[in-house]
């Protein structure tokens, strides 16, 4: 009953930035925790950003004081803003959202589809 819908990746020159917009919809009654994770050319997923309920975020140490996650709570719209590109940076982009979708009901995972961020240099 939750959809997530990554978009707003593209090509951007090294140095440049780019923001994704992860939009969930269907029946959702509180977002609980949140992140990033990506996926480059014959590698396997890695994390890259989350944040808790509670507010904290956390990043990986390749992207900590370039990256930074927000949630806009009115829509439900969690963000990826991506500074200082690195072509390292090139990879498909995954929203993740563990969510409820009724009040006391059961935390579930849901994935995006993917967005892709390509780096040149």
């Known amino acids: 009953q939750v959809r997530l819908v990554e978009s707003g990746g593209g090509l951007v020159q090294t140095g440049g930035s780019l923001r994704l917009f992860c939009a969930a919809s269907g029946s959702i009654f509180s977002i609980n925790n949140m992140a990033w994770y990506r996926q480059a050319p014959g590698q396997q997923r890695e994390w890259v950003a989350s944040r808790t309920s509670g507010g904290a975020s956390n990043y990986a140490d390749s992207v900590k004081g370039r990256f930074a996650i927000a949630l806009e709570n009115a829509n439900n719209t969690i963000y990826l803003q991506m500074n200082s590109l690195k072509s390292e940076d090139t990879a498909v982009y995954y929203c993740?959202?563990?969510?409820?979708?009724?009040?006391?009901?059961?935390?579930?995972?849901?994935w995006g589809q993917g967005t892709q961020v390509t780096v040149s240099s």
């Open positions: 993740y959202v563990q969510a409820r979708t009724s009040p006391g009901g059961r935390r579930h995972d849901y």
